[in-house]
T-cell receptor
Framework: DGGITQSPKYLFRKEGQNVTLSCEQN?????MYWYRQDPGQGLRLIYY???????QKGDIAEGYSVSREKKESFPLTVTSAQKNPTAFYLC???????????FGEGSRLTVL | AQSVTQLGSHVSVSEGALVLLRCNYS??????LFWYVQYPNQGLQLLLK??????LVKGINGFEAEFKKSETSFHLTKPSAHMSDAAEYFC???????????FGKGNQVVVIP
């Protein structure tokens, strides 16, 4: 079945460590997105990519980095510069111009 | 800038009663509007969407929403709540041609037996 796979589902990190969250899709979608979810805050856009080897900052990109070397993959690195990284991270993809996003199951990051 | 307002972070409804979740949007262009549902520790699933055409949109699990341009609203309804409807619901509006969405803060729905 086609879909979006995020891993790991749960991740614990010590302060000062970088971590990378994986996002893979087999939907043949051009665009991919990373959102951060905090309780009562809705979803906030971190980074997005419309095409391979190109990506743009979203609303809260500070302390995060991404790459888009393959159409299927859009990993997110949470760096030690992110002041409050504990959150639920959601990856999504879409066909260009349809508006509809398809989401993965999410990754919950906890900083100890 | 496009934005969405959802009032009432927590909504309680009795089993069998009407579910009504309100969404008001702000958009400088004809909006694309969405409702998503999220179960605990899971991703978001699309319930329904409005892009163009018929203003009453039917979605999955018996939900529907009506686009009212004059009221800048896109309220979600279901005639009879079921225990399985307990979840968080998000309204969203497309911000631009890059499919970036602006999300509301969500409504946590509790269904009372």
């Amino acid at each position: 079945d086609g879909g979006i796979t995020q891993s790991p589902k749960y991740l614990f990190r010590k302060e000062g460590q970088n971590v990378t969250l994986s996002c893979e899709q087999n939907l043949n979608h051009d665009a991919m997105y990373w959102y951060r979810q905090d309780p009562g805050q809705g979803l906030r856009l971190i980074y997005y990519s419309q095409i391979v080897n190109d990506f743009q900052k979203g609303d809260i990109a500070e302390g995060y980095s991404v790459s888009r070397e393959k159409k299927e993959s859009f990993p997110l690195t949470v760096t030690s510069a992110q002041k409050n990284p504990t959150a639920f991270y959601l990856c999504a993809s879409s066909r260009t111009n349809t508006g509809e996003l398809f989401f993965g199951e999410g990754s919950r990051l906890t900083v100890l | 800038a496009q934005s969405v307002t959802q009032l009432g972070s927590h909504v309680s409804v009795s089993e069998g009663a009407l579910v009504l979740l309100r969404c008001n949007y702000s958009s400088s262009v004809p909006p694309y509007l969405f409702w998503y549902v999220q179960y605990p520790n899971q991703g978001l699933q699309l319930l329904l969407k409005y892009t163009t055409g018929a203003t009453l949109v039917k979605g999955i699990n018996g939900f529907e929403a009506e686009f009212k341009k004059s009221e800048t609203s896109f309220h979600l309804t279901k005639p009879s709540a079921h225990m399985s409807d307990a979840a968080e619901y998000f309204c969203a509006v497309r911000r631009d041609g890059n499919n970036r969405l602006a999300f509301g803060k969500g409504n946590q729905v509790v269904v009372i037996p």
